[in-house]
Each structure stands twice: as C-alpha cells, then as structure tokens.
C-alpha cells in the first residue's frame, strides 16, 4: 500500500502515527545553521560521537496531509546539498516505513519496509548505502542483506531497529527511549530530557544571511563559499542553479513542502554564489 494510502487507512491502535528522525554525521553545533534552513520546529541533540539527531514536529504529514516519506526526502537532500556531510533520514507510517540516505549532490538512496517487515526495495540501494557510509564491505554488507530478506515475526520497526544496530559501528547511538516508531511526543520527550538538546526554528532571513557569512571561517567549506574568490565557488553555484528548477518544479507537482524547500535552497544558494562572483574585482 502507498504512503499517501496511507493517509486513508483504518484508524485505531494498529494503525501508527507517521513521524521521522533525521541523523546527520556531524556535531550539532555544525547542523543546527542547515537546520533552521528548513523552516521546521525541530530538537536537535547528539546522537553519537560524530552523529546529531533532528527531532522534527511534523507539521507536512500531520497536519498537511503529506507523505512523510517524500517530506524527508526533501529535507535530507536540502541539508546535504549545503554541507559536508550526510544526512539519513529514517521515517515510518502505518503501512511502511524506511530510511533515504543524502551524500552531497548524489541521488539519495533509500530502502522500504511493508508494516509487517517485507522488503519492497532494491537490493542494490543496501550495498550503495554501505558505500556511501564507509561501512565495512563484507561484515556490515551481510548484516544488511539479511534487512532485504523475509524474516518471520519481524515488523518494520524492528527492521528500522537493526539498520541503527548496524550503524551503531559508524558511531551512531541514539539517545535512550528515541527510539523509531515511537510516536512524536515520545521522541520530543526522549531528545528534550538530554542535557545538549536545543530547540531549532526559522531565525528570520537577516539571522540566516548572518548564519551563512559565519561559516566561512570554517576552513574545509571556505573554498565553496560565495565569497571566497574559489573557482571551485563559481561551479557549486552553477551546479545548484542547474539543479534548483527541476528539483523545485518537482515540489510544486507533487506539493511536497520539502522538495519545494530544498529547490529553493538550491536557488538561493546559487544565485548568491553567481552575484558575488559577478560583482568580484578581477585581478
């Protein structure tokens, strides 16, 4: 059954809530600038050495009636396209649930599981996950072929549950009692009670300009940045010029606030690039 079937389906205690979790391989002092981007009510607190986790409230599937898969689908792309490092969303409804992994400008990969832990996707996206994650080729790899196999009495949240088992050889420990599948206020209750949690939200265009100029002390993503003079600068704006329109054309088609987000990141981002570019003295 689809996501927005989904939407339609039985009510009642078997049918489970939609909610999602973002996981992003860098310190949240790193992602809480991307974050507010993205326009949503969110938790963010540490999810490992190396890893942060986004709580989000939930508003497009909750209350706007869209599929939450295709809203996290956005979201991780809009974050990774404007960072160094990636970013896995895990999501889950009533009939399936699943993870989108988003490296960069790649297409992001991502697997399904039916309500009741049928595999429904590519057997081939398990090995370019394992790839893009720097998991181990041969252990890591048999631990998730066996997610793309049936297996009796194994839901899709337990599914959900031994992909973090896996990942937990990559330095991802989420904290205790946020678990996936759980419903919205649960995870809120879980990131809240940690003693890093911060809340994050929209900060006003002036403070996400002011975000923006910040990062170019950091002196991995200096050479990307609008104003660093980079030639490297120049082909990121043109490539995210290029890929805004059809990524933002495929918001609007399927009313997917997160696509629309992404497309519009993309845009303002290449735009800035190209502006500084152009109005940079030439030696």
Not at 80 to 87: Q, Y
Not at 118 to 123: F, H, L
Not at 237 to 263: C, D, E, H, Y
Request: with cysteine; aromatic share 6%; glycine share 10%.
């Amino acid at each position: 059954m689809s996501t927005e079937a989904s939407r339609t389906g039985p009510a009642g205690p078997a049918a489970r809530a939609p909610g999602a979790v973002l996981l992003c391989r860098a310190q949240p002092d790193s992602v809480a600038p991307a974050a507010r981007l993205l326009r949503e009510r969110m938790l963010l607190t540490r999810a490992g050495e190396d890893w942060s986790v986004l709580v989000p409230e939930g508003r497009p599937w909750l209350h706007g009636g869209e599929p939450v898969d295709r809203v996290l689908t956005g979201w991780a792309t809009a974050l990774a396209v404007g960072a160094s490092w990636p970013v896995l969303a895990l999501w889950w409804d009533a009939d399936r649930a699943g993870f989108v992994l988003a490296v960069g400008f790649r297409r992001p990969v991502g697997y399904v599981w039916l309500a009741n832990g049928t595999p429904a996707g590519e057997d081939e996206a398990m090995r370019t996950f394992a790839a893009r994650l720097g998991l181990d080729p041969v252990l890591d790899v048999q631990s998730l072929d066996q997610l793309t196999k049936p297996a009796a009495r194994t839901d899709a949240r337990a599914r959900l549950g031994a992909l973090l088992a896996v990942l937990t050889r990559v330095g991802v420990a989420l904290p205790t009692g946020l678990i996936p599948g759980e419903p919205v206020a649960r995870l809120h209750e879980a990131a809240r009670a940690q003693p890093d949690a911060r809340p994050v939200e929209w900060p006003g265009l002036r403070a996400a300009v002011r975000t923006e100029i910040d990062a170019v002390t950091h002196p991995r993503l200096s050479p990307w940045l609008p104003w660093s003079g980079d030639p490297r600068a120049r082909l990121l704006a043109l490539a995210q010029l290029t890929a805004a329109l059809p990524v933002t054309a495929w918001g609007v088609r399927r009313r997917s606030a997160g696509w629309i987000t992404a497309g519009a990141l993309l845009l303002a981002h290449g735009a800035l690039g190209l502006t500084y570019d152009l109005a940079r003295p030439r030696d």
